[in-house]
Structure formats: structure tokens, C-alpha cells
């Protein structure tokens, strides 16, 4: 069974960092494209950040000078660095990757930005 377990969000202060995660069970991260996403309730999901199998990254304008996604490969996991957060950022976070031609979305973790 293919999974993306989301872990790492939390309450955080305007201005403050968070690190959340992406462990892959069943599945090899380290070869193939991952992306973070997030989703506010109601609203369409959001690409954010991806990294290909070679290391390389892409970032959505609105977060390309704060957000930082990486891969840990002997852990087979990647996280997404996020720094100077803001109130608008609160929202849940999702993994996501593509295996055998079929798209896999871990549950999201809740990244919640307030004083």
C-alpha cells in the first residue's frame, strides 16, 4: 500500500519557521517528483513547491523567497522548509506524488499562523 504521511505542522508565531515533512511508505521518493501543496477549506489546492528525482527545484512565486523544499533520500523523505510565515500561510499542507501514472496525496498536516 502506497502512502505520503504528513507530519511537522504546528502553531507558530507571525515571522517564526516550520518544517513540516513527507515520509513515503511503500513507495520510493527519492526517484521520482514530489510536491507540496497546500489547501484552505473551500478552496482549490495550491502548488507550492516540487522537487525532481535529480534534485532539482521549482517554487510558485508567491513563497520562492521563503520556502525551502528538500529531500532526505536515506530516510526517504521531504520536507519543505518554511520561513517568515505569515497569516496567510495557515492553511493544510499535502504531499504529493505520482506512482504508476496514478497521483497519491498524503492526509496533510495543519500549519496554523497566529500571535
Known amino acids: 500500500q502506497i502512502q505520503l504521511v504528513e507530519s511537522g505542522g504546528d502553531l507558530v508565531k507571525p515571522g517564526g519557521p516550520l518544517r513540516p515533512s513527507c515520509v513515503g511508505r511503500?513507495?520510493?521518493?527519492?526517484?521520482?517528483?514530489v510536491d507540496w501543496y497546500r489547501r484552505a477549506p473551500g478552496k482549490r489546492r495550491q502548488l507550492l513547491a516540487s522537487i525532481r528525482s535529480g534534485g532539482k527545484t521549482t517554487y510558485v512565486d508567491s513563497v520562492k523567497d521563503r520556502f525551502t523544499i528538500s529531500r532526505d533520500n536515506a530516510k526517504n523523505t521531504v520536507f519543505l522548509q518554511m520561513n517568515n510565515l505569515k497569516p496567510e500561510d495557515q492553511d493544510t499542507y499535502l504531499c504529493?506524488?505520482?506512482?504508476?501514472?496514478?497521483?497519491?496525496w498524503g492526509q496533510g498536516t495543519q500549519v496554523t499562523v497566529s500571535s
Open positions: 504529493h506524488a505520482i506512482y504508476n501514472w496514478q497521483d497519491h
Open positions: 511503500g513507495i520510493d521518493l527519492s526517484d521520482r517528483t
